[in-house]
Every structure is written in C-alpha cells, then in structure tokens.
C-alpha cells in the first residue's frame, strides 16, 4: 500500500506556498506515494471528508501562482479550537486528540506542515504530545527565522516593495517631494533594508534601530543642499522613534506603539512636514507585497523545500524543519526551530553596506 | 538660421511626459530645429540662463523613463507668480509680459506646452493674450478630457491598478477578506473603470455613480453564496455614497467629501467590517500610478504626441491641440479643449461589460 | 427553458482569448442563459459527449491566463475534416452537416466563433450554406484586420517585443554591437513598427516597405559618427529587400521568400557584418509574443469583445462579427469582415512618427 | 589628499555593473576618496585624458539600470593589446607597463577591476607582475565561480529565461506542442536547471550530463500518456547528446560541438521532430538573458560587493576578490579565485529536487 502524506499550510499567507503543495505531490508521486492536503489548517484532518486527494494533475499549474490551494490559512489552533456550541456560541476545545485518531485511522505516514512560527509550534506540539510523525516547512515572509539561510515569499516582498521604489523616485522627483513608504516588518527590518537598498532610498528606518527624527531631516536636507530635491524614506511597520520605549513603559501600554503613534509611516510623514515643511506624502504598501506571483528565487526555494521535507520523510526525520544551508538542506529540531528569531544585527554586512553608501539609518 | 523651439511640463506627472519631450527634440532635429527646454514651467523663459538646449544626444535613453527630465512641474502660473519680495515674504506678480518679451528677445518660434488643464489654460492665455504661438499637447493621467480618444499615461496608471489587483486576489482569496483599493479618479471613474474590470474586481464605484453600500454589502454576500469567500472593491478616490450630496449641502461644505469621509476607500472597508463583520483590509495605491516607466502603449502615444505637435508647428497650427483621433492625429482648438470633461457616461460600452459581466457599480 | 450558447477557439492562440471566454459566460449567466465550451475548434459539436459546460466557477480565474481552456486550436476546417478511415489512414471528409445536425438537436441557440480571418470564414459558412446563427469575435495577434480598430492580443505581443528591445539596448551598448530582433508580422508590419517605434529601434523593416540594406547600413554608420556605436535593427518576418519579389519571380518560387533568404533575421544580420565588418547579432521572438498573460489593454478589449458578442446575440444580430469602434462597439459582416486587411499606408501618422524622430524604415 | 581608486568593467556584461560601480563610488566618497573610470577595460589607463572622474551626482541614477557606463567591455588584454600600427595593421603590445605607470604617476591608490576569468587575470597579473594593488568583484552571469556562493547578473538571467518558460507554457498547451528552448550555460548549467525547475520545464539538458534523446523522447511521451499534450524542454547552450565526445575526438575536432551540431536547441528539436512526429518549435534566449534592469537580488549583491571592495581597500588587502559567504562578505586571493569553476555536482540538491519533482535530466 502506498504511504499517505498529509499537508496544510497555516498562517498569513506567502508567494511560493503552492510551490510547496507541487513539489510535496510531485516528490511523494514519484515514490509512488499519495499526498492528501487539509484545507484551512486542520480542519481537513478533523473532518476527513474534506480532505482532498492531490495528485500531480491536479497541482500541475500551481507553482507560478500566489496564495493557496489549501484556503483559507488562520483557522485557529486546534489544541484550543472555536467551535461553534448548540446554542450557537463559540467555546474553544481541545479537538487534537480527534485530529491525532483521525491521523492514525486513515493509515497517514507523516504531516507536513508548512507555516510560521505559530503554526510550527503546533505541528511540534503534535510531534511531542500525540507523537504525529511531522515535518515543518518554515514560511516567514520577513525571513527572520535564525534556523534556516532564507525562506521563501521574502524574495517576492522585497521585490515588489522595490518595484514600488522604483516608481515613486520618477514621482517624487518631477514634484520635489519627501515619499514614506511603509513596508512590512513589525520585529525585524530585513524587507525595508533590502528594498530600501536595492530600491535606492535615501533613509531606512527598522525596528532594530529606534530613529532620531532629527537625523531624517538632517539628510533630507543634505539632499536639498547637494541639489536633489526630493528624498524616498523607506520605513518598517515595527520602526519605533528613539524613546518610544519609555513612552509605551510610562503609559502601562502592553500592545503596540501604533496605539500612540498611528501608522509609523504617516506618522514620519507628518514629522517631516512639520519640521521641513517640505511637500510629503506616504504610502502603505500593505498587502501588495504578500500578493501575486512568487519571483524565480521563491519559486525554486519553494519547490525545493518541498522536495527535501518528502526526502525528510523517506529517510523517517521527523519533529524537524527543512533549512536551507547553502548549497544544501538540513533538518533542524522543531524546538530550536521555533525559538530563534533572526533580527538585523549592528554588525549585518547589509547594514555597513547602506551606511556606506550613504543611506540614513535614523541612528 | 534654424527655428527655435521652447517646450516644458506642467502639472502632475505622467508617464509618457520624457517620450513626448524626447520625439520633439527628434522630430525638431530631422528638421534642421532647435528645441529648448523650460524646467519648472515657465522658469526657463523667465530667467533664460536656466533654458537648456536639448540636442538628440542629451535625450536618447529618455524615452522608457518615468517623471520628466524638465523637473519639478508644480511651480506656479505666470499670470500669478509667487516671487519673494526684498523683505523675503512672497507675493503674486504677473510675470508674463516678462516672460513673453524673453521669448520674442530670443527668438523663439514657438512654445511646445505638455500639461493638464491648468497648464493649456495657461497656454491658451498666452496664444491669446500675449500672441505667442503656443502648441498644447494633453497630459491627464484620468483620461478625462473630451477633446482626445486617450491621453498618455492612463494606460500605465490603469495597468499599474491592474497589477495591484492581480497580486490582491491571491491574498484575499487566501484569507477570505475583502480588499478595498482606492485608485485615483477625483471627479471620473476611467482608472477604476478599467483596472476594476481587467482586474475581475467584484464591485467598482465611480464618481459618476452614487453608490448604496447596502448594494455594495449584497453583493458581497452573494459571492459568500456562491462559496466565493472573498471580494474585491475597486473605489475611485472622488467615489461618494448616495445622500451624501445633501450632507454636503447641508453642512454648507464647499471643499470635499473626504472631510467627512475621511479616505473613501478606508470608509468603505470600515462599512463593510461593520455590516457584515467580514475581515476588510484597504490600501491606497495613490502615487504608485503616476511613477515607473510608461507601458508600450503610452510610449507609442507620447511619442505620436510629440511628433504631432512639431508637424503642427510646422504647418503653423498654433492655439491649438493635438488629439488622437484613430488612426489619425488632428489639432483641436485650445480654448475648446479645455472645457469639456470626458465623464463615464450611463450608456458606456465599458460600464455595460461591467454589469454584463457581473461586477456591481454600487447602484 | 435558458437558451444555449456555443463556443469555440481556432487558429493560433492569442492572450485574451479566456478573457472573451470569460465574458462570454458571465454575460450569458447574467441573462440566464447557458454556454457549453468546444474542444478544439468544431470537435466538440461533432463529438458532443466532449461538450463542456462552462459555469462562472470554473472560468472564475482565467481572464488574466494566457493560451484558451479549449485546448488546442488548430484542428482542420469541418468541411474538410481529416478522419481517420478504418484502414487507419487520414481522409478528408465535410463534417458540417453533423455539426449542424447536433447543434439543433441539443437546442443550441446560437454559436460564438472566436477566431482568425480562416476561423471566421469557416463560421461565415456555417451561417450562409447551414443556417447557424454564428457571432465572430476577431482573433489576430497582428492587429491587421481592416473591420476593427484594435483586435486583442496585439498590445501584448507589441509590450513583450518592446520589452525585449529594451533589454538588448543595455547589452547592446556595453559591446559596441548591432542587434537584430526579428518580430511577428507576415504579411503586415503592426508589430514591428509599433514595438519599434515603443522600444527605440534605429531601423524598422516591415513587409509594407521592401527595403534597401545600403540604407539600412548608412543609418547605422550615421549612429556611428554621432558616437553612437550600437543600433537596434527591428525586421518583420515577412519583410522583404527591394528587388526579391522579381527573383521570386524568375524562380518561379511560389512560396515565400523564407526558402530563399531564411530566417529574415539572420540574413539581415549577415548582410550588416558583410557590409560593415561590425558585430552583429540576430534575435528571433517567436512564440515568446504569443504568451503570457494579457496586458491590461488586451484583458479590457476582449472582455468587452466577449460582452458585445452576447448582446449581439441577444439582439439576434447573426453572421456577423463583433469591432471596436471607439468608445463604442459594432457589429460587421462576416462576409465583410473577411475580406480586408489592413496594412500599414503609407501616409500612416505612426509611420511619418517612425520617420520623423529619425528611425530608418530601410526605404 | 584624498585617495583615488581607479574602476573597470570587463567582459561580457552582466545586470548589475552600474550597481558595483554606484556603490564603490558612494562607498569612496563616505571615506572622503575619489574614484575614476576607466572606459572599455584599461583604455583608459592607457590614455589617461580618456578618465572619468566619477562623482556620486553622475551616478545617482544608475543602479537600476542594465549595462555597464564604463562603455564597452571587450577591449582586449593591455598584456597583449592590439595597437594600430603607422602602417594601418593590428599588432599586439603589451601596454601593461604604461598602464602601471601612468597608475603610479596620477597617485591612484588601488584599482578595482570587475570582471570575469579572464579580466581577473589580467588584474592578477598587474598585482603579481607590475605591482599594482588591485582588488577584484566577480562577474559572470553563469554563477560558476567555486570562491563565491552567488554572483550578480545570475538571477536576473534566470529570471528572464523563466518569464520566458512561462510565456511559452500557455502557447505550447493551447498548440499541443513541444518547446524546446535554449538558455545561456556553455559549460555549466546552472541557469538551465535553475530556470526549468522554477519555470515548471518537463525536460532540462545541461552540459554536466552528456543527454540521451531516446529519455527525452520517452519523458514527452509519457506526458502524452498522462494527456499532458505539450512539454517544455530547456536546453543549455553547452548541452551535449550522449556519445559526442568520441564522435568530437574520431573527427579531431578541438572546438566546439556546435560545429557538428548547429545550434543544440534547434537540434533538439529536430531529434524530436523525427522521432515523435511532433509538432516541436525551438527559441535561443541569447542576449535577452544577459540584458535589462538587475532583480533586486542582483541589485542588492552587486551594491554589496561594491561597498565590500571599498571596505578591502580601505582595510589594504589587495590581490584579492570579493566573495559571499552568507551572511557575511569575505577576501578570496585571486590565484585561487580563478581557477576553480562550480559545475553542477551529480550530488547538487536542485539537481535531486528536479528529479525529484519529475524532470528528466536526459539521462
């Protein structure tokens, strides 16, 4: 009998993800083996009706597209799961042990679960307590997970925040304009400094460096004096003004900065006008960077993630992360996986690089 | 001695504005002519050591550029100039006397002027006024101008809302949200129009058509009928809701809606989170669609423009326009140009596709 | 009891055709009405076990696709069909009466052929000797149908050559070099002289203008001494040297001129580092114009052919074809619209443009 | 005074030389340094008045852009430079001398040298031979460099050809044929396998794996079997039939295959032709794959190598090159940079995703 596999995917959403689900079916296929996929996490595992049987037919057109074919991705976490009670009220249950029964009744092998950290911590969850032999995938669109060199979607991110760079330069110079472009990154910078570089800004702000608005507006005005009247400031979501940290302490305020300030990149916006009273506007990329076809790079770190998570499972690695270790793939431990997140250190080659080529990184 | 040229650029950017600039400087250049360029609008011709020579070689890589290589295009009407006085405050002068004498001094032939409304307005006033021969060549980004087929520019705004569109659907789809985008279009609705139906949008609302959120809200439930759990909304910025006229009336407001609404498209989204308690996200495209490098059909317009604009000059058509008229070019006179708008109109073969099709108009 | 609508693709494909698929069954849905899909070309209506429904659902993601879901296109002419005898080889047999014969047996009520000029004539056939009611929907990727201002396909083809051009400019600048890109174009010249004209070639050779390597190569000498030491050389694939049609007529060649010059491309190439002794390279485009996803324009247009070929239908307007004529749509004769072709004149405002800004159209 | 670091580009070019070029002059200016060009490899050494002071305004736009503004790049060896004798002939000199002293004379204190093997040669050499403090940044669009995990040009090259694999996809299906297509990759086939794994190909030929026709042929079959009626072959340039060795040694032969062979894709393509009946097309990417604006990785690697080289300068390592070792930038001595070339190892883990996934590698 042909080993079973199932595969969901979990959590915001990432170009590259049905590459995954491809390589996933096309790989275990090849082992003559058969790939079910759970659709909105994993409710397909506890409603196997739902499950859906991925054969290579089925997935042949997928890799170039954004997204999922397995739908819908934040359904809860199944260990504490809304369900809706008879008289029409959620209340979370504990629906694992039924999920772990379904697993073992319809004869799967393994799970593979591809998903950020919540998601993984989940799968290890299963691996530990119900001992469901799974196999993480990491998604992180801001490739802050320490265990592994890159992973995929981020490519994408950052391509289509250049992308956008690339066409407000035209605009801010034939209006002599300050734009602030707020980009994704609420705990590490990696997709506003690799744009911001790439896409040639003159100031990158990232949580990593809390910014003095005095140094933005003293190199918006080099710029004025070395003739080039207009400044493109890229700014992460998570990018927080020096002393901010004292202000959230003084206020009791647990949740996030946003509260005081608005959003960061408006609120840089309204900055720079007020001190330089020079034409501003600001821009949220938001959700365009998660849309859309993943680039080249995403695509084959994708299919390739894939491909090594059934190589995991061949060889009966399980509770581990596929990483990519240039030129190759590991298995990492789930746990040490899920703990390590990968902030923009002070002494990142990315770093040096911008402040040598004269960006502004607020500090 | 060869004719002389003067051309500049007014009012918000467009991509196409540098392919325009570049097939006058050729088209003058196969002629034995000399061209000019007047950065700032009428700068150049006010203070004529800032006037630069545009010889082929200065505008060869030119063409596929976005912004416009005579800068910053918002500086001001002749007839009202702001200048700073001795004591440094800034008063309006008429500087066009000045302005017209520099041109007859340097014996210039002709004036080449690429802008909107405002900038012909101007122009037409100086053909009128002051006698000086000017050639108008239409830049709206809306496409909303009677006297033309297209203007340049548009195509590349409306693929650059398309593209948007495309990458939204995946994430949407993915996360069974509604997405509302905000595209430009103060008082006409051809960029939501357009990019709403190449972009298969589920609802578009215009200027042009109060819209019902309630009809907004239904359609969005039957998609979830049809086990399409997530829309797309398409808003163009100068959409208002139905009544809202009244209100404005009765609040004795003169200026916008948005200071009522706020920004339509975060309006609306908070309408839709609040009827159907639906995960609504908004984003505002706003200068992503004035910046990049104009699309192969804008180029090929821009390009057509500028030559058409030299032949007429050489012809000696002055206060006049040069149009599109397929296949053709014609010139249409200035002061009929700038009067008529070019609205969606009820019975548009554009807005049938769109209902035809199935998109909701909010009506 | 919804009345019925038949649908097919022929010829070579062309991106747009899933938009006209597209709109034509959501206009459909949106009168109640029902479409069934062909498989290549008639084969569906002989077969009719192969007919596919088409409901909004499974054509919900296809407009922004390139190629047709109806498979392939090229699949011989019903009223000379290749079957296959019971001996196993191929006769050619007319079909048609069958093809009728299911049409009115499964209640169909009308038939919407999207195709080229061999395509449309094949319906015009089936309307004027079976009595079907047919609608065309013109299909030629080089625009060169005289009844329609604009065809679908063309944009794209025209953005994806442009795009190419563009790239060649930067290698062919860096090495000095002549750079030869041969583009689609047999027996009309849209393609070369539009994405020519968009991508700043130095030299356009179209069909329409039998042309003269010693002025191709003198243009290229003239960048030389204006220091500009590469060229782009833009050649149709049906453009012809001066002179050929006489030696293709002392052959007694009936064919093209293809079997005595190969690809026009390279010939061109070789003729320019004979004459010139300079580094030339020659690019064929090929099928890479055919593919892709629709631009924005493309998408719009064959929506909108999609719609208009509906409502045709709803207004009983048969054997005829559905054109754009700006802002409106229109319906042709088939018979008409057959028949012309539309070369490019010479009096061509894009060709006096062309020459104009100083390219060579190698006359 | 302030330093001076003299620049070159040489070689074919690659996207994101303007990129290295940017970030060495900013990277020199935030250290107070001066930086000059030198256009067409050493020429400008050689004739000093020919230098370009390269200021950080000349250069503010240039990172986007494809080519190199150091002009063109195969200019010969300055060990071996072909000089135009009194009479009108080409002799070779060796103008290294000159070069070096001229060096010396303007007070330059390093020169960095970007380029492939045989510009890092040269630039080895005038370290080793003459003296001269050089440093090198890798160039080659084929990623084959052992010393560097990635080089810049390669994923934009990768990225053009998959965009082309994609296009081709929807003709191909729509036509039921086969495209055969032929990437860069003379004697390494990392753009072939990294472009046909992402861009979904059914068969990649890469010169590591001497091909069987028989295994290509049986793999488009079995899609036929699987009612996939169309396939995808990527061939590298370099790309050789099983057996062609001997047949290249019986005849003697010291160059190259192409001799016996034409090109491989057209080759290919005929094999099949005979062997299937099939309807089969073949495309040569060619200088598409080496043109146009960097992805932002490249963009990113390049603007790094350029600050990094400025950093080794500053730090006095010459003799040396640039290299990524993820996360950081590290100094490889040129001896040992030049030798070793990456082929793809039989053992490569994109080798086993692709076999994996269901790609024949022909063998």
Known sequence: MPKRIAINTGGGDAPGLNAVIYAVVKSAHSRGWEVYGSRSGYRGLLFPEELVRLTPEMVADITPTGGTILGSTNKGNPFSMPVRSVTGEYQNHDVSDEIMKNFTRLGFYCHIAVGGDGSL?????????????VIGVPKTIDNDLQATQRTFGFDTAVSTATEALDKLHSTAKSHDRVMVVEVMGRDSGWIALNSGISG?????????????????????????????????????????PQGMEEVLGKTGEVGRAEKILGGIGEWVANEIRRCLEKDTRSLVLGHLQRGGSPTTFDRLLALRF??????????????????????????????????????????????????????????
């Open 121 to 133: 911590e989940i799968a290890h969850r299963f691996a530990t307590e119900k001992g469901m032999p």
């Open 306 to 363: 894939g491909a090594a998570a059934v190589r995991m499972a061949e060889e009966g690695i399980f509770d581990h992360m596929v990483a990519l270790c240039t030129p190759a793939m590991k298995a990492v431990p789930l746990a040490e996986a899920i703990q390590s997140r990968k902030k923009v250190p002070r002494d990142s080659d990315k770093l040096m690089t911008a402040r040598e080529i004269g960006i502004c990184m607020g500090d």
């Open 200 to 240: 040639c800004a003159d100031v990158i702000l990232i949580p990593e460096i809390p910014f003095d608005m005095a140094k933005v507006c003293e190199k918006i005005e080099d710029n004025e004096l070395h003739k080039k009247h207009y400044s493109i400031v890229v700014v992460a979501e998570g990018a927080k």
